[in-house]
């Protein structure tokens, strides 16, 4: 089935949408996105997802291309007219084309590009996936140093995906002078004696928005958690472990660098937090 998509302005079949090849999204990576999961067949933390963009946008000095009102009404209209239950809605805001390629940006009215389609997702919440757990590989990060801000700078994570595959594993943890700092796509945690340990929010990681619910659900249901750098021989040395996404929402990891987490399996704090997580977030979906 073809699928329906948005572009600046335009619902369109996506063999008809175009963007210019001087777009500065294509030409220099200058572009900031937001995915956003779809359960049941609304949006999850929507709200989270605006204010984020919002900042990304912000710290490029990026304009923002229409009002967060008519950023929901385009994300609920593609849910529906491509019949999304399960899912995820993918949106890219750049910085345009002035119409030729240059290093300074474009003038302050040359017109944000807006890009959005739905990505279809059977079984997103009843993922098999979450109750094998995901085998992880440790890699180094040598990523830029505002990773904090969601640019479409994806290049070496996905060679980081590529080598965890090439390794026989799901995914990629990546280091920075020793310590973690988060997965390809994901926020990292560990869990030893009871408490949940990730890196504290910086420039060096992405502000999950799963992450941020997830560390305040966690707090509602009494566990400790713990706000520091960690090392990748402390992970392995952790009872358990897991991500947060909101493409995976929270995922078991099992096995770090070929050590086996506790007996291998998804671990209870991990497999409590996903069962909350997607309980929460449904009661809470618009
Ligand atoms: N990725 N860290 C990185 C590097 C990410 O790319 C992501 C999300 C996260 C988790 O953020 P959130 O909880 O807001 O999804 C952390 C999305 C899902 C993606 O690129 O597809």
């Known amino acids: 089935?073809?699928?329906?998509?948005?572009?600046?302005?335009?619902?369109?079949?996506?063999?008809?949408?175009?963007?210019?090849?001087?777009?500065?999204?294509?030409?220099?990576?200058?572009?900031?996105?937001?995915?956003?999961?779809?359960?049941?067949?609304?949006?999850?933390?929507?709200?989270?997802?605006?204010?984020?963009?919002?900042?990304?946008?912000?710290?490029?000095?990026?304009?923002?291309?229409?009002?967060?009102?008519?950023?929901?009404?385009?994300?609920?209209?593609?849910?529906?007219?491509?019949?999304?239950?399960?899912?995820?809605?993918?949106?890219?805001?750049?910085?345009?084309?002035?119409?030729?390629?240059?290093?300074?940006?474009?003038?302050?009215?040359?017109?944000?590009?807006?890009?959005?389609?739905?990505?279809?997702?059977?079984?997103?919440?009843?993922?098999?996936?979450?109750?094998?757990?995901?085998?992880?590989?440790?890699?180094?990060?040598?990523?830029?140093?505002?990773?904090?801000?969601?640019?479409?700078?994806?290049?070496?994570p996905s060679m980081g995906k590529m080598m965890a595959k090439a390794a026989g594993c799901d995914d990629a943890w990546m280091i920075e002078d020793g310590y973690v700092t988060e997965g390809t796509s994901n926020n990292a945690y560990i869990v030893k004696n009871g408490k949940i340990i990730t890196r504290p929010l910086s420039n060096d990681i992405l502000h999950g928005i799963t992450r941020k619910a997830v560390l305040r659900m966690a707090a509602e249901a009494q566990m400790e958690v713990e706000e520091r750098l960690f090392t990748i021989d402390e992970a392995k040395e952790a009872d358990e472990a897991f991500t947060t996404s909101a493409s995976a929402f929270v995922m078991p990891v099992v096995e770090i660098d070929g050590v086996a987490l506790g007996d291998g399996t998804p671990g209870p704090i991990a497999t409590r937090l996903r069962e909350i997580y997607l309980d929460e977030s449904l009661k809470a979906a618009i």
């Open 1 to 156: 089935m073809t699928r329906t998509v948005y572009v600046n302005g335009e619902y369109l079949p996506e063999t008809e949408a175009k963007v210019s090849i001087f777009d500065r999204g294509f030409l220099m990576a200058d572009a900031v996105y937001e995915v956003t999961s779809v359960l049941d067949g609304k949006l999850i933390d929507f709200e989270g997802h605006a204010v984020r963009l919002k900042r990304s946008l912000d710290e490029l000095q990026m304009a923002e291309p229409c009002s967060k009102d008519e950023l929901l009404e385009i994300h609920r209209k593609l849910v529906e007219l491509n019949g999304i239950t399960e899912g995820l809605v993918y949106l890219q805001v750049t910085r345009g084309s002035d119409g030729d390629r240059d290093f300074v940006f474009p003038s302050a009215d040359t017109k944000p590009t807006l890009v959005l389609f739905t990505q279809n997702k059977p079984g997103l919440a009843d993922n098999p996936a979450a109750k094998k757990g995901a085998k992880i590989i440790s890699i180094e990060d040598i990523r830029w140093g505002r990773r904090d801000i969601k640019t479409v700078q994806l290049l070496y």
